[in-house]
């Protein structure tokens, strides 16, 4: 195998999307020529740099996305409480609005003589 076709297998070979007899071939070239075990070892270290990143940066956002669905759920109850609260308030206000006007028109019928 000539070094240009190990370097353009080792990417193919790290997916581990090699087919076995190319695998042998390329670890055959590897542990015999120390330029493309060199360039093979980078490419390693590159992939798991890469992949670290890739992690980090894969869960940056998620992370943040949890805390803006947090904040979002938080503001949504609150939001639910206050329309609970309101709503409860109005119907009292509405009971009490009710019942002035009915004490209101008793008191009124009490006192006032029938007119005929
Ligand atoms: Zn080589």
């Given at each position: ?7 353009s297998?080792?990417p ?7 087919p076995?007899?190319?695998r ?29 990143e ?11 996305a ?43 019928k009490?006192?006032q003589?029938?007119?005929?």
């Amino acid at each position: 195998m000539r070094c240009e076709e190990a370097a353009s297998l080792m990417p193919a070979y790290l997916e581990g999307e090699l087919p076995e007899a190319k695998r042998l071939e390329l670890e055959k070239h590897l542990s015999s020529c120390p330029t493309c075990k060199r360039k093979f070892e980078e490419l390693v270290r590159n992939r798991e740099l890469l992949n670290r990143e890739r992690d980090n940066i894969l869960k940056a956002p998620r992370t943040l996305a949890e805390g803006v669905l947090e904040r979002i759920r938080r503001e949504k109850e609150t939001l639910r409480k206050r329309a609970r609260m309101l709503r409860s308030g109005l119907l009292g206000f509405v009971f009490a609005l009710g019942a002035a006007f009915l004490t209101t028109l008793f008191k009124r019928k009490k006192h006032q003589p029938e007119r005929r």
